[in-house]
């Protein structure tokens, strides 16, 4: 699987980064190199610079009707589809009557409780969310620039590494944040939602308001040449 990745990913010139860290997840999955490396930060991420967040969550809330916390599950996609799954909402917003907890499962995924609001973008979900709840996926990340603590549920975590790998990045999230059932993920949301802070912090080193305009006059630059 890794070398079918590597594959695909040879096709790339450059790689958008917003921290060493991310670089070196490149470097040893992907084999890139540093002078494929583009230090301007995620451009994608430039409207979480711009908006008044507490505004706008409000506003958000306001017009979709939720009006408990926001829980949102961004799981990673898995090739096997049997082994995509999205958390039981009944079960869980009745063992957590002060959340709304929506399922933002890949799009190829078809789930017959998934509710309406997920068709969504994740951008504006993540917005609106007050606690994130995923897995391998590298939207923990986002998260931890808008704030917002992560739990990583991690249900089939031996299986993952043997297909995929995981990293050493992975590999130091404290036992804390990591659950493998539903019950667990609901008990440490219940026991220890207010010890819970954003992960990965120290990942924005690149990332700011001004990485897209330094990305288009990069991309400028390249096409007077």
Not at 140 to 148: K, M, V
Not at 160 to 173: P, S, T
Not at 188 to 214: M, V
């Amino acid at each position: 699987m890794v070398q079918q990745y590597r594959k695909v990913y040879q096709a790339t010139d450059f790689y958008l980064v917003g921290c060493e860290q991310m670089s070196q997840c490149f470097k040893q999955s992907l084999g890139a190199t540093e002078e494929q490396m583009l230090y301007f930060g995620l451009p994608r991420i430039n409207k979480y610079y711009t908006a008044d967040r507490a505004t706008v969550k409000a506003e958000l809330k306001d017009k979709y009707g939720i009006t408990n916390k926001l829980a949102l599950y961004v799981p990673t996609y898995r090739e096997d589809k049997a082994d995509n799954r999205a958390i039981d909402k009944a079960y869980f917003e009745k063992c957590l009557p002060g959340y709304t907890l929506i399922n933002k499962l890949h799009p190829s995924i078809e789930h017959s409780d998934i509710d309406d609001v997920s068709s969504i973008d994740t951008s504006i979900l993540m917005l609106m969310s007050d606690i994130i709840i995923s897995d391998y996926s590298s939207l923990p990340i986002e998260a931890s620039l808008l704030d917002i603590p992560t739990i990583f549920y991690v249900y089939d975590e031996g299986t993952y590494d043997k297909v995929r790998g995981l990293n050493q990045f992975y590999k130091a999230i404290p036992d804390s944040y990591k659950v493998y059932t539903e019950e667990d993920l609901i008990m440490t949301i219940q026991e220890k939602e207010h010890l819970l802070s954003p992960l990965f912090k120290d990942w924005h080193k690149y990332n700011t308001d001004k990485s897209l305009h330094q990305l288009t006059e990069y991309i400028d630059k390249m096409v007077t040449k």
